[in-house]
């Protein structure tokens, strides 16, 4: 038998643990041990309309593929005020656990080390095959040595056009091959009444983007070649800009869409061409899935007479804040490779209309067969054979919100673009020499 002492040091050990059972129970419930049921992750993206559905129609073809994960989509009014409210997540420590952003966005993050390095997972995973992406898109994520993104999808700026009203004003699709054509022949696509145009010939969408696409491929650079100039106040940048506010505001043959919530204005621009209001416009490739090629056909965007185009194409990337937890970053990284593989970036280019990421994407067979019957899911792909990269601000965005400044003068205030771009580039310096110092 156990005499006094046995039983107390039995009663003690039994006490021991019945408090590390209830100790156990409550670093459970707090997440300090592993959780039962799979890992819940939210993805923020600023993407709307059939966009935004095709995205929410991934997550649950993902959510059913496996048992381990769980997304939720957060939809966002767009890019920047993902970055936005983003920024304000992270401060609060209360971010997403995946983020859609730009890549000057990322890398700007990136610098203040506010997001997590993916290197680990991607060495991990024997499958991903990192090799595979489009190498342009893939290095964007590549910050001092590491990788801080994936790339979702590839996007650019082209030109789309209504078949039927070129053919009726007896203009030549031809005219599209360079925007001196293009803009000779707006008069012929353009129908006025009273002084009042109820038909324009063209639509550039607002904003920086398309002026910069323009005086890039006029020969026009934002930095010198050692990066220490400001170059925007320039002839190529001051007659492309000039070009689009003379066209909106003298001849009255352009249009800008501007203000409203979220993407407003891109899809009242979209509906002018779609309800017979414009001749074209330029958008993204990605609004290939809006719209109707009964009606409507792509055009690379065009150059000028006395240089080839070059406008932006670029990638919209993934990324992980670094305040989510370990186990939610692994569940991120899966969902990121789920999305990226090369079957579902084919489905996800031929719903969108955007660039695939992986090389291995045009080889699938399905979207083989569909770019027979679909030939504007190619025009993305030819222009971003000779695009130009996409411009990472050195200042952390104060040339490029110098730049967006700039347009809303030109195209919304009807100021001349030399006025506009010598104010610009003056704040650009400015901000430049700040962080050269």
Same mark, same amino acid.
């Given at each position: ?25 409550? /670093? %459970?419930? #707090?997440?300090?041990?592993?959780? +039962?049921?799979?890992?819940?992750? $939210?993805?923020?993206?600023? =993407?709307?309309? &059939? ?117 009726? /004003? %007896?203009? #030549?699709?031809?005219?599209?091959? +360079?925007?001196?054509?293009?803009? $000779?022949?707006?008069?012929? =696509?353009?129908? &006025? ?140 990284? &899966? ?103």
């Amino acid at each position: 038998m156990f005499n006094f002492k046995s039983k107390k040091v039995i009663a003690i050990f039994l006490a021991s643990m019945s408090l590390v059972s209830v100790l156990s129970g409550c /670093a %459970g419930s #707090s997440g300090t041990t592993k959780k +039962n049921g799979p890992v819940q992750i $939210e993805f923020w993206y600023g =993407l709307g309309g &059939k966009l935004g559905q095709n995205v929410q129609t991934a997550i649950k073809k993902f959510n059913a593929s496996q048992k381990d994960v769980v997304v939720k989509g957060i939809a966002q009014g767009s890019y920047d005020e993902t970055y936005t409210a983003l920024q304000a997540a992270i401060s609060a420590k209360k971010a997403p656990d995946v983020v859609l952003l730009q890549p000057d966005q990322m890398t700007a993050l990136a610098n203040k080390n506010v997001l997590a390095p993916l290197d680990k997972y991607i060495s991990d995973d024997k499958s991903f095959n990192s090799s595979d992406f489009i190498s342009a898109f893939y290095n964007e994520g590549k910050i001092k040595g590491k990788q801080y993104s994936i790339p979702m999808y590839g996007t650019t700026q082209v030109m789309y056009y209504r078949k039927d009203m070129f053919q009726k /004003a %007896g203009v #030549s699709e031809d005219v599209l091959n +360079n925007w001196e054509d293009l803009t $000779e022949a707006l008069p012929k =696509l353009t129908q &006025k009444s009273g002084g009042n145009t109820s038909v324009y010939g063209w639509e550039p969408m607002y904003g920086a983007d398309n002026l910069v696409d323009m005086a890039l491929s006029k020969g026009g650079q934002i930095l010198s070649k050692d990066g220490k100039k400001v170059t925007i106040d320039t002839k190529e940048w001051v007659d492309t800009w000039d070009m689009v506010r003379k066209g909106i505001f003298q001849d009255k043959n352009m249009r800008i869409h501007s203000g409203g919530q979220g993407w407003q204005y891109w899809y009242d621009t979209i509906d002018d061409v779609m309800k017979d209001r414009a001749a074209g416009y330029i958008g993204s490739s990605g609004d290939q899935g809006d719209l109707d090629f009964n009606k409507i056909a792509a055009h690379v965007q065009p150059g000028f007479k006395d240089h080839k185009a070059a406008p932006v194409a670029l990638a919209q990337v993934m990324c992980v804040p670094a305040v989510t937890s370990g186990d939610k970053q692994e569940a991120a990284f &899966k969902w990121m490779e789920f999305f990226t593989n090369s079957k579902n970036t084919a489905d996800w280019s031929m719903k969108t209309g955007y660039i695939a990421v992986r090389k291995s994407a045009r080889d699938d067979s399905t979207f083989k067969e569909f770019a027979k019957t679909h030939p504007q899911i190619n025009v993305p792909l030819k222009q971003a054979e000779t695009a130009s990269a996409p411009f990472i601000d050195p200042t952390g965005g104060k040339i490029t919100d110098a730049l967006k400044k700039a347009a809303d003068k030109v195209e919304i205030e009807n100021v001349p673009a030399d006025t506009a771009l010598k104010a610009a580039e003056t704040e650009a310096q400015q901000a430049l020499d700040d962080v050269s110092k």
